[in-house]
């Protein structure tokens, strides 16, 4: 099962500079890796997962591109989510294919586990901890999540990130081979996802946290920082770097929390059936 964590939906989804290279059948593994590592006052955390999507183009037509994403092969445990059929128009947000399709995985997994739609939005602990999700979007923030080689790649374009107070512009990096960009973190975001963050491990211990008392504990917050971007387009691997890094002072004590997540998107091979030449 896919880890449970804060997705990023990403803007600038338009029609990328590859685009008109993407052909149908060919496929891409997206490789998701995030370091959390937390520093106060005498004491240093920090946590480090990966996990990892196989992306196949499925059409490409003048209104925009079919993709088609699932889990790599080998992967262990399993949910309703993948694989999952999106539609990336040539202008626009990603929208789900087979929207009844996931509804009806939604149900048989409930049922196979033994669950009913009251379990939904609840949080478990197993061999890690996760959100019981019932919501076929959660398919595409996902995906969303994974986002590069979908990207609208331009200098000046506005870049938006979940946890950023407003979009920054993209900029050209002066080798020609990417694009950076630097935004200033919005201190309610974060004080948000600390107070749900705070539900969910109360859920998991047994105990009882609503999430007004949870926004109330965390409205004194005094949260500041900024979230880097880098993407590398070099060869036929891309690359999308996000270093988020933040303050928390709260009682006069100062945490610093920085979340490096690194997204590669590589080809995979075809391979070729020798009968067939």
């Avoid at 990023?8 to 997206?30: H, V």
């Avoid at 990966?50 to 080998?74: H, K, N, W």
């Avoid at 986002?147 to 790649?153: H, N, R, V, Y």
């Avoid at 107070?165 to 630097?182: V, Y």
Wanted: charged share 25%.
């Amino acid at each position: 099962m896919m880890r449970a964590a804060f997705l990023l939906p990403l803007a600038l989804l338009a029609p990328s500079i590859a685009a008109a290279q993407q052909q149908a059948g060919d496929r891409f593994q997206l490789v998701r890796t995030t370091l959390v590592e937390q520093r106060g006052p005498g004491t240093m955390r920090s946590s480090q997962n990966s996990d990892a999507l196989i992306e196949r183009i499925v059409a490409v037509t003048p209104a925009g591109v079919e993709l088609e994403y699932s889990l790599p092969p080998g992967s262990q445990g399993g949910d309703w989510t993948f694989p999952v059929r999106v539609f990336q128009p040539q202008d626009g947000p990603r929208q789900l294919r087979d929207r009844a399709a996931l509804e009806a995985r939604i149900d048989k997994w409930l049922k196979d586990a033994n669950l009913t739609r009251a379990a939904c939005g609840h949080w478990v602990a197993g061999w890690t901890a996760f959100r019981i999700e019932c919501d076929p979007d959660t398919a595409l923030r996902t995906v969303d999540a994974f986002a590069i080689g979908q990207l609208k790649l331009v200098d000046g374009a506005p870049y938006a990130d979940a946890q950023a107070a407003r979009p920054a512009p993209l900029r050209a990096r002066p080798d020609g081979k990417g694009f950076t960009a630097e935004l200033a973190v919005d201190p309610a975001a974060i004080r948000d996802e600390l107070a749900r963050a705070d539900v969910a491990a109360a859920e998991i211990g047994g105990q009882a946290l609503g999430l007004d008392a949870a926004r109330k504990a965390h409205a004194g917050d005094q949260i500041a920082g900024t979230i880097k971007v880098t993407i590398d387009l070099a060869g036929t691997i891309s690359r999308r770097t996000r270093i988020a890094t933040w303050t928390i002072t709260r009682s006069g004590r100062t945490e610093t929390r920085t979340t490096t997540e690194r997204v590669e998107r590589r080809p995979i091979q075809q391979r070729v059936d020798p009968n067939s030449i």
